[in-house]
C-alpha cells in the first residue's frame, strides 16, 4: 500500500475545491509530507494505522481500494469514521 496515494486521495475527497480556495491534492500532499516525516516513531506509526483503516474500510465496503473510488465514495468512507 502506497501511503502517498491514500494521502492525495483523502486531500481530493476532504477538500474540494471552492469559490475562493482549490482542490487539495498531490500539492497539498507535497506540502503536508515533510512534516509527517518528522513525527515521533508513535505518531508516525498512529498515521500508518490510521492510513491503513481507511483502505480497509474502502475494501471492506465497497470491494475496492480507497484509491480507485469515486470521489463520492472516498468521502463516504471518511463519513464513516465520525
Known amino acids: 500500500m502506497n501511503h502517498r496515494e491514500t494521502l ?11 469559490r475562493y480556495i482549490p482542490a487539495a ?3 497539498t500532499v507535497a506540502k503536508v509530507e515533510p512534516f509527517l516525516d518528522h ?3 508513535p505518531l ?7 492510513l491503513r483503516a ?3 474500510a474502502a475494501w471492506l465496503g465497497h470491494r475496492r481500494s ?3 473510488l469515486p470521489i463520492e465514495k472516498r468521502l463516504a468512507v471518511l463519513e464513516s469514521f465520525r
Do not use: C, R
Request: aromatic letters at 4%.
Open 8 to 18: 492525495i486521495a483523502i486531500a481530493e475527497a476532504a477538500l474540494p475545491a471552492g
Open 25 to 27: 491534492g498531490e500539492a
Open 39 to 41: 513525527l515521533p516513531p
Open 44 to 50: 508516525s506509526a498512529g498515521m500508518s494505522g490510521l
Open 54 to 56: 481507511v483502505e480497509a
Open 66 to 68: 480507497f484509491v480507485q
